[in-house]
C-alpha cells in the first residue's frame, strides 16, 4: 500500500534519533511518543515500511555502526566500539556481530584489507546462461543501472534485510542478469540484491554498503516442493529507511571461490 510523505517522514525521522542515540537505551515506546504516534500503530507503521521491526532495526543500525568503527580505525578496540554503539555486555555485542555480518569483530577487523584485496582481483567472468535443476526453483531477473558496473549479490533471505547469509545465493557480474536457484529448501524467503563497484580504491566501499545499490522482490515467496517461480528486482539508490546491509558480501564471495575450488 502507498504511504503518505507524513507516514514516511515520521518513520525516517524515528530511525534519525536511532542513529544518533545508539549509545542510549531506546525503546519502540520512546520512538512513538518522539513522531507523535501511538505504540501500536507506530510499531506496526515502521515494520510496513523497512520490513523489519524497531528493535531489530536498531540493533542492525549498532552493527552497521560498529563495522564503521572498526573500518575506520584499525587500532579501535574492541570494547571501545561496543561501548560507542551502546551494547554493555562483550558476548553479546560479539553475539550479535557474526550473526549479523558472518564474522567476529577481531575476524572483521583483521580480515578487511585481505578481502579488499581480493575483491580487487577478482577475475570477473563472461556472461553464462543460468541452468535450471530440479524444483523447487526460483529464477531471478535483475535490473541493473545501464551505468553500473561490477558485482551484484543475489540471494534468498527469510527477512527483508540482509542480515545473515542467505538460504542461498550467488554472485553475479553487471552482464548477467538472470540467475536460477534450485533445490531451494522449503520456506518463505525475500529475494535480495546488493552491488559492489568494478573496483574502489577505498576499502569502506566493500564493507560499508549505506550507499550500495540495492534491490528486493515486491512480496516474500513461498517455495513448496514444486515451486517453479520467476522473479524480478531492480537495482536502485538506497532509501532513507532502507535498513543497513549488515552480512559482510566479500566474505561471501570468498567462501564461495573457496568451496569451488575444493
Do not use: W
Not at 520456506?187 to 574502489?200: E, K, N
Not at 517461480?229 to 535498513?243: I, K, N
Amino acid at each position: 500500500m502507498p504511504y503518505s510523505n507524513a507516514q514516511i517522514h515520521a518513520v525516517v525521522h524515528a530511525i534519525e534519533y536511532m542513529k544518533k542515540h545508539l549509545d542510549e537505551e531506546i525503546t519502540s515506546e520512546k520512538l512513538a511518543s518522539l513522531v507523535g504516534y501511538s505504540h501500536h500503530h507506530f510499531s506496526r507503521l515502521f515494520k510496513e515500511i523497512t520490513g523489519v521491526s524497531p528493535r531489530r532495526y536498531l540493533s542492525a543500525l549498532r552493527i552497521e555502526s560498529g563495522k564503521k568503527i572498526l573500518v575506520d580505525a584499525s587500532s579501535s578496540s574492541i570494547l571501545k566500539t561496543m561501548l560507542l554503539i551502546g551494547f554493555r555486555s562483550m558476548g553479546t555485542f560479539s553475539t550479535k556481530f557474526k550473526q549479523f555480518v558472518g564474522l567476529s569483530p577481531k575476524q572483521f577487523q583483521v580480515r578487511t584489507d585481505d578481502l579488499y584485496q581480493f575483491i580487487n582481483r577478482f577475475e570477473y567472468q563472461d556472461k553464462l546462461e543460468p541452468i535450471k535443476g530440479s524444483p523447487p526453483v526460483v529464477s531471478c531477473h535483475l535490473e541493473v543501472p545501464k551505468s553500473f558496473k561490477g558485482l551484484i549479490f543475489i540471494g534468498l533471505f527469510p527477512r527483508p534485510m540482509p542480515d545473515q547469509k542467505p538460504i542461498v545465493g550467488t554472485a553475479i557480474t553487471h552482464n548477467q542478469t538472470d540467475c536460477v536457484f534450485s533445490s531451494v529448501p522449503l520456506g518463505t524467503y525475500y529475494v535480495l540484491a546488493a552491488a559492489l563497484p568494478l573496483i574502489s580504491f577505498h576499502p569502506k566501499d566493500y564493507f560499508l554498503l549505506d550507499k550500495s545499490l540495492r534491490g528486493k522482490s515486491d512480496h516474500s515467496i513461498e517455495v513448496t516442493e514444486m515451486t517453479e517461480t520467476e522473479v524480478s528486482v531492480s537495482l536502485r539508490d538506497p532509501l532513507p529507511y532502507d535498513p543497513p546491509i549488515l552480512i559482510n558480501l566479500p566474505q561471501l564471495l570468498f567462501e564461495k571461490e573457496k568451496n569451488k575450488a575444493n
